[in-house]
């Protein structure tokens, strides 16, 4: 780039040649004007540099963008589950997870789960009476859903199932019956299924499953048939599947745990 003398020097040899070129009689005020053409470009050429300066200054460093998904929109990083570690210290953390009874939906919503608990337990495995949970320390005698709450212990990876399964005692009075379930992990749905329960020895599983790495995970689980006019004595039984199982299993303590307080 040429430096300010060089075109201080240019400049003054051009307005000399001019000068010279004119009349030596040419009026003192000549010179003026070419030294005012002069002191204008110099204050431009500070101007330039000024500028350019502060915008170096205050360019912003780049930084790397955020991953793409193949949409093209910034990919969200996936829920963590709580890890193993964090769970072993968690002095809240109890066996079982937490049922929370509700009354059951209507036949044509069998998968919503209902704003109203009327009552809740300990879950800790085996079937459970949908019309009659006085055992389990609930005082509600009309049809329930089931709705557990608490972290799924998860111990190796791969695809993990769980189960609601559906029963009617022999020679009941209802032929079939809507039932369902629905599955939450991380506050995320990992499935829902309904199904028809037909009375007899045949039972009605419906099976819901995720890909998963070892941790604790948030569960709801929600299972239920549809409300008749009367209490229907159907029972349930929560199973499940790690990996490493060839059939399904009764869902025990050791693989769900609630908090406590």
Not at 42 to 60: C, E, F, K, M
Not at 80 to 101: E, F, N
Not at 116 to 128: E, M, T
Request: net charge neutral; charged share 15%.
């Amino acid at each position: 780039m040429m430096s300010r003398l060089h075109l201080f020097l240019l400049v003054a040899g051009i307005a000399l040649l001019g000068v010279n070129s004119a009349s030596a009689q040419a009026p003192p005020t000549q010179l003026d004007r070419v030294e005012q053409k002069l002191d204008t470009i110099l204050r431009r050429l500070d101007q330039l540099h000024s500028s350019q300066a502060t915008s170096t200054q205050s360019a912003p460093s780049p930084s790397a963008p955020a991953p793409a998904s193949p949409g093209g929109t910034p990919t969200p990083s996936p829920a963590a589950p709580l890890q193993a570690a964090d769970a072993q210290s968690d002095s809240t953390l109890r066996p079982g997870a937490l049922a929370i009874v509700h009354p059951a939906p209507p036949l044509s919503s069998i998968l919503a789960v209902p704003a109203d608990a009327v009552g809740g337990f300990v879950y800790r495995g085996g079937p459970i009476r949908l019309d009659d949970l006085a055992a389990l320390g609930v005082r509600y005698h009309g049809q329930a859903g089931i709705e557990l709450q608490g972290w799924l212990r998860v111990r190796e990876t791969g695809r993990y199932q769980l189960a609601a399964e559906f029963a009617l005692p022999p020679g009941g009075a209802i032929a079939a019956l809507n039932c369902g379930a629905a599955l939450w992990l991380e506050d995320r749905q990992a499935g829902e299924q309904p199904g028809e329960l037909t009375a007899g020895p045949n039972s009605l599983t419906l099976v819901l499953g995720s890909e998963l790495q070892p941790g604790l995970y948030k569960l709801r689980f929600w299972m239920a048939c549809g409300r008749m006019f009367s209490p229907v004595p159907v029972t349930t039984n929560v199973l499940i599947k790690a990996p490493s199982n060839l059939n399904l299993r009764a869902l025990t303590t050791e693989d769900a745990v609630h908090r406590e307080g």
